[in-house]
């Protein structure tokens, strides 16, 4: 569980930007950077990701949402991913990991079989697990750089509508809005 209170605001929209850019997601949407989906669950439940996941092979994009219990909660539960395999899609708890200042976040599973960063065409592929010592000292990292940066980005509405997106449900509320 992560904290994400940042002074009363909600966290949704900053954490989501801040994400983005941790990743080296250009600050611009444009061509080849769909790839990749990046949002937020309020009321997160298996059949709820298993439609999501559903969705995510359907558009052909790899999916990272960070989870919250309810759509009160400044606590962020974890953070799901949605890879798109060959066979279909796999949901696996990441946490997000920086090796080094300046240098694009990668995500780690918490098992710590699994690695995931972005390669130059904003596509997720799979990548060597570091050392346990660099990764729990880069999850650390990587929670301080986001929080620091969820209090200085600025969220632009529109923008907001066009590159990211939040879901505020539970598994029936999903299924009949994607009915």
Same mark, same amino acid.
């Given at each position: 569980?992560?904290?994400?209170?940042?002074?009363?605001?909600?966290?949704?929209?900053?954490?989501?930007?801040?994400?983005? =850019?941790?990743?080296? +997601?250009?600050?611009?949407?444009?061509?080849?950077?769909?790839?990749?989906? @990046?949002?937020?669950?309020?009321?997160?439940?298996?059949?709820? +990701?298993?439609?999501?996941?559903?969705?995510?092979?359907?558009?052909?994009?790899?999916?990272?949402?960070?989870?919250?219990?309810?759509?009160?909660?400044?606590? &962020?539960?974890?953070?799901?991913?949605?890879?798109?395999?060959?066979?279909?899609? =796999?949901?696996? =708890?990441?946490?997000?990991?920086? +090796?080094?200042?300046?240098?694009? @976040?990668?995500?780690?599973?918490?098992?710590?079989?699994?690695?995931?960063?972005?390669?130059?065409? &904003?596509?997720?592929?799979?990548?060597?697990?570091?050392?346990?010592?660099?990764?729990?000292?880069?999850?650390?990292?990587?929670?301080?750089?986001?929080?620091?940066?969820?209090?200085?980005?600025?969220?632009?509405?529109?923008?907001?509508?066009?590159?990211?997106?939040?879901?505020?449900?539970?598994?029936?509320?999903?299924?009949?809005?994607?009915?």
């Amino acid at each position: 569980m992560i904290d994400l209170d940042i002074g009363g605001a909600c966290p949704r929209q900053q954490l989501t930007c801040a994400l983005s =850019q941790a990743l080296g +997601l250009p600050t611009e949407p444009g061509a080849f950077t769909d790839a990749l989906t @990046i949002g937020t669950m309020d009321y997160p439940s298996e059949p709820a +990701l298993e439609m999501v996941a559903r969705a995510a092979m359907t558009a052909r994009q790899d999916s990272l949402l960070a989870m919250f219990a309810n759509d009160q909660t400044s606590i &962020c539960a974890g953070i799901a991913l949605i890879y798109r395999t060959k066979d279909g899609a =796999q949901i696996m =708890q990441v946490e997000p990991c920086r +090796l080094s200042r300046g240098k694009p @976040i990668l995500l780690v599973t918490t098992d710590r079989r699994h690695a995931f960063r972005l390669d130059k065409r &904003c596509v997720l592929r799979s990548c060597a697990v570091p050392s346990s010592a660099k990764v729990e000292r880069g999850v650390e990292r990587a929670w301080t750089d986001i929080r620091a940066a969820m209090i200085t980005v600025e969220v632009d509405p529109d923008q907001w509508e066009a590159g990211y997106f939040s879901l505020f449900t539970d598994a029936q509320a999903f299924a009949d809005f994607l009915a």
